[in-house]
């Protein structure tokens, strides 16, 4: 299995950036995607962004042209790239892996994002 560790989130402001790091470790020869989903609360988990091996990204409607997704393949780690925040980015970000349509890692912890108006 892939456990994955995520980090950096923080407090800013509508309109200012930050970036998240999702270290994976474990059996991560087996990864084909990786992917960052998020909570708000009383909402549903909802996929973000993914990137594939073959260097393939897809984004939520709700994040494309502000959220960017990249790999360091020889790092084992993922980030997110958010700029131009708002206030409903506000949620618990969380990475996970897949092969094919699986999902193959354990939930993590998440990294709170708050984006204030």
């Known amino acids: 299995q892939v456990q994955l560790v995520e980090s950096g989130g923080g407090l800013v402001q509508a309109g200012g950036s930050l970036r998240l790091s999702c270290v994976a470790s474990g059996s991560i020869f087996s990864i084909n995607t990786m992917d960052w989903y998020r909570q708000a609360p009383g909402k549903q988990r909802e996929l973000v962004a993914s990137?594939?091996?073959?260097?393939?990204?897809m984004y939520a409607d709700s994040v494309k042209g502000r959220f960017t997704i990249s790999r360091d393949n020889a790092k084992s780690t993922v980030y997110l790239q958010m700029n131009s925040l708002k206030p409903e980015d506000t949620a618990i970000y969380y990475c996970?892996?897949?092969?094919?349509?699986?999902?193959?890692?354990?939930w993590g912890q998440g990294t709170q994002v708050t984006v204030s108006s």
């Open positions: 990137f594939t091996n073959y260097g393939g990204r």
């Open positions: 996970n892996a897949r092969r094919g349509s699986s999902i193959i890692g354990s």
